[in-house]
């Protein structure tokens, strides 16, 4: 069955870095666009990133655009977020999901991780 | 950006009763050449990541109960769960995927009457 595994939160200072990483196993890896999702506490739901199949595209949300990289390792078969310029506002539980309909970009998630909690704190 | 609006926020409805939960886009999400409505519906419960229930409008994830419909198109969406079963306290997202960046409505908690 898929299953991906959120690893990497943690607690950081603002200004800070920190690289999220989603295990995946279950499935074709290299056949699906792959998604970071954040929640921040008690709040809704916001899509952060995607990645396509391929790794060749990707696309940002605009409050992370130009601050945050989502990467692929194939050969690993693992998804990486990487968090710069890290601000109190990115607190969140962050999930990495798979894209339902497998060579688009932007779709649905059929599969979510359990999540990883980012808390940006001094 | 597509602004997704969900309401009402919050809904309490009796054991067994309809519960309908709204979910409107500032633009049309309806993509004419193959008349798909690119609009998901998804359940979170508490401590739990969200799950997906309805894509495409009124597509029925697999394993998802009967129970849950989507219907809508456009700009003008709803689901409805038919009988109101206890484990379907949780909220509930729209979520559109017509365009980026991905838009999700505000979410609209179900609570037991």
Known sequence: QVQLVESGGGVVQPGMS???????????FSSYGMHWVR???GKGLEWVAVIS???TNNYYGDSVKGRFTI??????????LQMN?????DTAMYYCARGKVDTALITSFDNWGQGTLVTVSS | DIVMTQSPDSLAVSLGERATFNCKSSQSVLYSPNNKNYLAWYQQKPGQPPKLLIYWSSTRESGVPDR???????TDFTLTISSLQAEDVAVYYCQ???SAPITFGQGTRLEIK
């Open chain 1, 85 to 89: 310029s890290l601000r109190p506002e």
């Open chain 2, 68 to 74: 849950f419909s989507g219907s809508g198109s456009g």
């Open chain 1, 39 to 41: 929640q921040a506490p």
């Open chain 1, 71 to 80: 990467s692929r390792d194939i050969s690993k078969n693992t998804l990486y």
């Open chain 1, 18 to 28: 920190l690289r999220l990483s989603c295990a995946a196993s279950g499935f074709t």
């Open chain 2, 96 to 98: 559109q995927y017509y």
């Open chain 1, 53 to 55: 199949y391929d790794g």
